[in-house]
């Protein structure tokens, strides 16, 4: 079974038999696949795909939320149901609130964007338990914030809580020049002219609504 997990879906399945086992108080199983991981990716050093495997296995294992933000940032925008799946793991060990916010909204965007309704759905419920009522796929101010793809409302949801055009970039592991183009973007959508302007509008219009 161990050797199957390379097959198409197999890292998907990696990360599930990791989380089964730890469940069920085998943590001999996880940890023989996370060696298994591990072992495959030291032996592929360049492919990034083994990389971010491996360490989403060892984030799993070890409740390391730092390797399982390097799995998210591994995985990229090429493997969006595998990066939603690090990003969800990864929330799931945010001690900060905040920090757990926006890990689970990046990945239930990448689920809504794929069409995975059932991983998406228990995301909802799991923002629900936690206060917050998911932005993505619509929110209070609808006429205003509809205009904004999800990448430029995960951009302004940072820097309306403070974050700088860098902190926001190294979050949602984007290039700081690609944060300003989306952020002139929401300027102009929501015709604003300043990140004031654009803070107080979005905690105004959703926060508050949330």
């Given at each position: 079974?161990?050797?199957?997990?390379?097959?198409?879906?197999?890292?998907?399945?990696?990360?599930?038999?990791?989380?089964?086992?730890?469940?069920?108080?085998?943590?001999?199983?996880?940890?023989?696949?996370?060696?298994?991981?591990?072992?495959r990716a030291r032996r592929?050093?360049?492919?990034a795909l083994f990389q971010?495997?491996?360490?989403?296995?060892?984030?799993?294992?070890?409740?390391?939320?730092?390797?399982?933000?390097?799995?998210?940032?591994?995985?990229?925008?090429?493997?969006?149901?595998?990066?939603?799946?690090?990003?969800?793991?990864?929330?799931?060990?945010?001690?900060?609130?905040?920090?757990?916010?926006?890990?689970?909204?990046?990945?239930?965007?990448?689920?809504?964007?794929?069409?995975?309704?059932?991983?998406?759905?228990?995301?909802?419920?799991?923002?629900?338990?936690?206060?917050?009522?998911?932005?993505?796929?619509?929110?209070?101010?609808?006429?205003?914030?509809?205009?904004?793809?999800?990448?430029?409302?995960?951009?302004?949801?940072?820097?309306?809580?403070?974050?700088?055009?860098?902190?926001?970039?190294?979050?949602?592991?984007?290039?700081?020049?690609?944060?300003?183009?989306?952020?002139?973007?929401?300027?102009?959508?929501?015709?604003?002219?300043?990140?004031?302007?654009?803070?107080?509008?979005?905690?105004?219009?959703?926060?508050?609504?949330?």
């Amino acid at each position: 079974m161990v050797t199957d997990l390379f097959g198409v879906s197999g890292r998907a399945m990696l990360a599930a038999l990791i989380a089964g086992a730890l469940r069920s108080k085998r943590r001999d199983l996880a940890a023989a696949v996370v060696e298994f991981a591990e072992s495959r990716a030291r032996r592929n050093p360049r492919l990034a795909l083994f990389q971010a495997a491996a360490a989403q296995a060892r984030g799993l294992l070890d409740g390391d939320r730092g390797r399982l933000m390097d799995a998210a940032g591994l995985y990229g925008e090429a493997r969006p149901l595998l990066r939603a799946g690090a990003l969800r793991d990864a929330g799931e060990l945010t001690t900060s609130a905040a920090r757990a916010r926006t890990c689970f909204e990046q990945a239930l965007e990448l689920y809504d964007r794929c069409g995975a309704q059932e991983e998406s759905g228990r995301l909802r419920s799991r923002l629900r338990r936690l206060g917050i009522r998911p932005v993505t796929g619509g929110c209070a101010a609808e006429a205003g914030w509809r205009g904004l793809t999800p990448a430029e409302l995960g951009v302004v949801r940072l820097i309306a809580h403070g974050a700088t055009n860098r902190e926001a970039a190294e979050r949602l592991f984007l290039s700081p020049h690609t944060v300003n183009t989306h952020l002139r973007h929401a300027f102009s959508k929501l015709g604003v002219r300043s990140r004031v302007q654009l803070a107080r509008f979005y905690l105004r219009e959703v926060d508050q609504s949330a």
